[in-house]
Each structure stands twice: as structure tokens, then as C-alpha cells.
């Protein structure tokens, strides 16, 4: 646009507006070389911020992956988190349940109690490492092996233990049974000496009543005695008449072994008999001796 002005300006008056043109062509030189200066400074601007757009989203890159890099770390870390808790779990309720089992072996549970505690110490000590793994196995197997064997030794025990415990058992069978026969064999000797006791009760309760009838016939007896006596002695102060009649004695009782109180009966009979014999006696002769006396 500036040439074509200049060639229609040069076609019109081409001397006088000479200077007009070179005033006009520097001015537009100075433009241009003003605009050029402008067009680098704002290309190298537009470099610049194209650097640092391209260096904050270089940066920004760097730090999505590093927020991403350090993201999964954790993650990673908080699932060998979650394993080394499970398996810590896993080996707490492993050691639980093995303690449970060994509470009958007192002596084995105070060691595997001790050993226990410090694994826990220990696992509470493990590292990430493969080594501490590796150690981790090798302790978990000897332990194993050694818990193998505890339980072997355990069965070994328990199998004698029972054996025991039949053999305890066969001896209390054998003796209930002895002590059944025992108490058997004593029922039969108290039934014995039972009806034993029950057929003496009978004897003696024959016995009493046998006494008591001889009681009530010795006091008739004596009764009688004692009347007789009374009239013998009555007899005799009056001087004569027949001798009253002797009192029957009571009957002996049938028994084969005599009671005391049949001696003493006897004895008293004996007497009595004597008495009236003598006062009968007494009772002949004095008539016969003193015939005034008689008239």
C-alpha cells in the first residue's frame, strides 16, 4: 500500500513531493524497524512463555507422577502393611490355638509360653527384607518340628494315661464286684443271724411267759402254804383233830431244762412237807402220852 502510494504520488509531482516521500519512507522505515522490534520482542516473549508453559507442564507431569509414584508406594506399603498384619494375626491365632492344645503338658507350656512371648517380641521386630522372611521360615519350621514332637510326646503320654485309667477301671470293676459279693455274702449272715435272734426272741418270750405263770403258781402256792401253816399251828395249840390236807404242789413244767426258780420251789415244798409231817406226828403221840389230858 505504501509503493502504490509512492508511485501515485511520484506520477503527480514527482520533484516537490520528493522529501515528502522520504520523510514518509523513513517514517515508515522507522514503523517498520519499530514494529520488527516489537514482533522479536513478542516472539521471544512468546518463546519465553512457551518455555515456561512447557517447563511448568514438564513440572507438572513430574509432579502427577511423582504424586502417583509416591501414591502407589504407599499403597504398596500399606498392603505389605495389611499382609505383615495378617500374617502376624495369622501366626498370633496359630500360637493361641497351639497353647490351647499344650494346656495339659505343664512343663511344655511354661517353655512354648516363654517361646511364644518371644516370638511375639520378635515378630513384632520383622522387617521387610527377604532375609528376615527367609529367618522368620526357619524359625516357624524348627518351632513346628518341635511342636511335632511335643504332641508325639503329648500322644505318647495320653495313650499311657488311658491305658492307666482301663486299668483303674478294670480294679474298680473287679473290686465292686468283690465288694457287691462282700455285701451279698453280709446280707445273707445278717438274714441268718436275724432268723437266728427272732427264733430266740420266740424262746425267751416262751420263757417269760413259762416264768410267769410259774410266779403266779408259786404265790398261790405259798398262799395255800401259809394257810395250811396257820391251821397247822391252830391244830396244835387246840390239841388234836386230823392234820388239814396237804396242799397239791404246783405242776412241774414239761420243759427239758429245769428253771431256777423250780430248785427254790422244790426246796420250799420239801419244807413244807417236813412241817406237816412233824405237826401230824406231834399230833399222834400227844394223845397217846396223856390220856387225862385227852379226857
Known amino acids: 500500500a505504501a509503493a ?4 501515485s504520488s511520484m506520477g503527480g509531482s514527482s520533484a516537490a513531493s520528493m522529501e515528502e516521500t522520504s520523510s514518509m519512507l523513513s517514517l515508515v522505515t522507522k514503523d517498520r524497524e ?3 522490534q516489537r514482533l522479536a520482542a513478542e516472539q ?3 518463546k519465553r512463555v512457551e518455555a515456561e508453559k512447557r517447563e511448568l507442564e514438564r513440572r507438572l507431569k513430574m509432579g502427577s507422577t511423582t ?4 501414591t502407589r508406594k504407599t499403597r504398596d506399603t500399606a498392603e505389605a502393611l495389611a499382609r505383615k498384619k495378617e500374617e502376624v494375626g495369622e501366626m498370633r491365632d496359630m500360637m493361641q490355638h497351639q497353647t490351647i ?6 512343663n511344655a507350656k511354661a517353655a512354648l509360653e516363654r517361646r511364644v512371648l518371644g516370638l511375639e517380641k520378635k515378630v513384632s521386630q520383622y522387617d521387610d527384607s527377604f532375609y528376615a522372611l527367609e529367618a522368620r521360615n526357619v524359625r516357624d519350621k524348627t518351632r513346628m518340628e518341635e511342636m511335632a514332637k511335643a504332641k508325639n510326646h503329648a500322644e505318647e503320654e495320653r495313650s499311657i494315661y488311658r491305658l492307666m485309667l482301663e486299668q483303674a477301671h478294670e480294679r474298680w470293676l473287679k473290686e465292686r464286684h468283690e465288694l457287691r459279693k462282700d455285701a451279698q455274702e453280709r446280707l445273707e449272715r445278717g438274714a441268718a443271724q436275724l432268723q437266728e435272734e427272732r427264733a430266740r426272741i420266740v424262746e425267751l418270750e416262751q420263757r417269760v411267759r413259762t416264768l410267769a ?6 404265790k398261790m402256792f ?3 402254804c401259809s394257810v395250811y401253816i396257820e391251821r397247822l399251828s391252830t391244830l396244835g395249840s ?3 383233830g386230823p392234820p388239814p390236807p396237804t396242799p397239791s404242789p404246783p405242776a412241774k413244767p414239761t420243759r427239758s431244762t429245769v428253771s431256777p426258780g423250780s430248785s427254790v420251789l422244790e426246796r420250799m415244798k420239801a419244807g413244807v412237807t417236813s412241817i406237816a409231817a412233824s405237826g401230824a406226828r406231834s399230833a399222834a403221840t400227844e394223845p397217846a402220852g396223856n390220856p387225862a389230858a385227852r379226857r
Open 4 to 7: 502504490t502510494y509512492l508511485l
Open 34 to 36: 519499530r514494529l520488527g
Open 44 to 46: 521471544e516473549a512468546r
Open 67 to 70: 504424586s502417583q509414584v509416591e
Open 101 to 106: 492344645e499344650m494346656t495339659n503338658l505343664q
Open 213 to 218: 405263770q410259774e410266779a403266779e403258781e408259786n
Open 222 to 224: 405259798k398262799e395255800q
Open 238 to 240: 387246840a390239841g388234836g
